[in-house]
């Protein structure tokens, strides 16, 4: 370390962290990518188009998703501006954006003055920045480390060629776990051991 021309401790710290981060990504990564194998209605699969051409992700189809978590009692992760929490491949969000059907981003905000400054907020190449769709219900991340599918399959047969990129939207007790105990029994608690007694 008294011989290194840079900062060794720091920049260790900095890998360290970066790798802490990846970790902390994979893990979420695969409980919401296991969540299905306990409720197979989670997973969203779009419709193949043709076996060439990609089904882009729309704004309607993350507004059907939000509904979805509502109808199953998922409450908004952020209470206070009641929106779910997302994460988003900044290739899916690049969609999103470049639609310029009926009811689409742009569309929404391109008919008052205050929604034509909004537009450039929405492009963004900062990994850090919350994306506020209009009118989703979501507030996003844009993140490369979301779950790739190779040969994506909607269902009908796998499409050979086509790769599909998922996108996560999380709310509060959308995945919950309860510990049911009696009266009398012995169980490991957080670190200790219990018992109770008749």
């Known amino acids: 370390m008294a011989t290194a021309i840079d900062n060794t401790v720091e920049n260790v710290a900095r890998e360290m962290s970066y790798r802490l981060g990846e970790s902390l990504s994979a893990l979420v990564r695969a409980t919401a990518d296991g969540a299905n194998s306990v409720d197979s209605s989670v997973l969203t699969k779009l419709a193949a188009t043709s076996t060439t051409a990609f089904t882009t992700l729309s704004l309607s189809q993350i507004r059907n998703s939000v509904q979805s978590l509502a109808g199953r009692s998922v409450r908004p992760f952020d209470e206070a501006s009641k929106a779910f929490v997302g994460v988003i491949h900044p290739f899916a969000l ?27 907020e929405l492009v963004s190449v900062d990994l850090t920045e919350v994306i506020e769709l209009p009118s989703s219900g979501v507030h996003f991340f844009q993140s490369n ?30 995945i919950f776990a309860i510990n049911l105990g009696a009266q009398g029994d012995t169980q490991y608690g957080d670190g200790e051991l219990t018992a109770s007694s008749p």
């Not at 909607?154 to 509060?172: D, E, K, N």
């Open 94 to 120: 690049g969609d999103v954006l470049a639609d310029n059907s009926n009811d689409s981003p742009i569309d929404i905000l391109k008919h008052t003055p205050v929604g034509q400054a909004r537009m450039d």
């Open 145 to 174: 480390q979301v779950t790739t599918s190779s040969n994506y399959n909607p269902g009908t047969g796998a499409v050979s060629g086509l790769t599909a990129l998922r996108t996560y939207i999380f709310g509060r007790d959308g």
